[in-house]
């Protein structure tokens, strides 16, 4: 049997090893049915379905994930009023905006919110330079079930003071009340860290649990989302390997003989015939060069010889000394140095005598041009 045959034979088989979803693409049918004819056994490939029905079958869907605490509707009033931050605060007005605060600290005692809302929005009017007065309505909002009013004040004194705890405090239980469990869980960390009290432990002790159960849910489903697309990958890889395999493309012995960019110095006839061959398997055209040391245009040619292999690296240069190869000179019938043959699949198809380095360079464009 040819061995070039042979060798790419090899070639198959070792990538059906290695990859034996291969034996499932249509193109490859004919092996398959061979194999399973000698009673061999091919794995089930799932892939050999469309790519349509195993994308629906792969559909990741997240389960919905079971909370503890309780959310409630996110209130909808229109938005409490604002202090007017542009305003040039005066020593009267912030006399002023203290009374009312007192007087908002007093109706929260008696659990007059309402009122104390008046009294703080009051203060807020007189003072809207202050963070505290902004940080002490939405922990009132808080109070009354009220937390999209509560973030606003909260964002409105964070704004001023990004150190306020109270403020970080109030938007994180009035996000706990919305069900945010991350942002809250971020908001009452930070408050704590600035001013810790008991209540935010106890917001923290319910919120924390969920935190947990929302991240270990996100990784469980990310690395769902990566197994697939890694399916996905795989599964493009095989087809394309199947699609596209050449035995002369997946050939590492042939390319391991060859040195792309060099010329490579022959000393034995079976060096000659393995690179012959190994050029032959990746379908390369061969220049084989024969010269001599005592040959002063072979020492003129040299040097172009070896620029010539620099500049065209799916040409494989090889040089044969006939005073060590006599054999392998006269085989080739070679009368004169320089002499340099160009060898397609193991056979002669052109040649150049002499040290015509134009006629070299020309050939070698030509016979490139035809693979």
Known sequence: MDPERVAQLKQLVGLCKSNPALLHDPSLGFFK??????????????????????????EIVESDLELDGDVIDPDDDPPQKMGDPSVEVSEESRDAAQLSKSKAMEAIAKGNLDEAIEHLTEAI???????????????????????????????????INPDSAKGYKSRGMARAMLGQWEAAASDLHLASTLDYDEEIYSVLKKVEPNVQKIEEHRRKYERLRKAR????????????????????DEDPDSLADLRD?????????????????????????????????????????????????????????????IDE??????????????????????KEVDKVIGADKNGLETKISQHMGKQ
């Open 33 to 58: 049915d061979y194999l399973q004819s000698l009673g061999a056994r091919v794995p089930e490939q799932s892939s050999s379905r469309s790519q349509k029905a195993e994308d629906e079958e792969d």
């Open 125 to 159: 009017l007189l003072n809207p330079s202050s963070a505290i007065l902004y940080a002490t309505r939405a922990s009132v909002f808080v109070k009354m079930m009220k937390p999209n009013a509560a973030v606003r004040d909260a964002d409105a004194a964070l704004k």
């Open 229 to 248: 697309e890694a399916r996905k990958i795989q599964h493009e890889k095989n087809h394309q390997s199947a699609k596209a395999w050449d035995p002369r």
């Open 261 to 321: 960019g060099e010329v490579i110095s022959v000393h034995s006839s079976t060096e000659l015939e393995k690179a012959l061959k190994a050029a032959a398997n990746l379908s390369r055209l061969v220049i084989l060069y024969f010269t001599a040391t005592w040959c002063g245009p072979c020492r003129f040619m040299a040097p172009v010889y070896t620029s010539l292999a620099e500049k065209n690296h799916k040409v494989v240069f090889l040089k044969v000394d």
């Open 325 to 346: 190869l006599g054999d392998v000179a006269r085989h080739w019938n070679v009368s004169s140095v320089p002499t340099f043959f160009f060898v397609k699949n193991g």
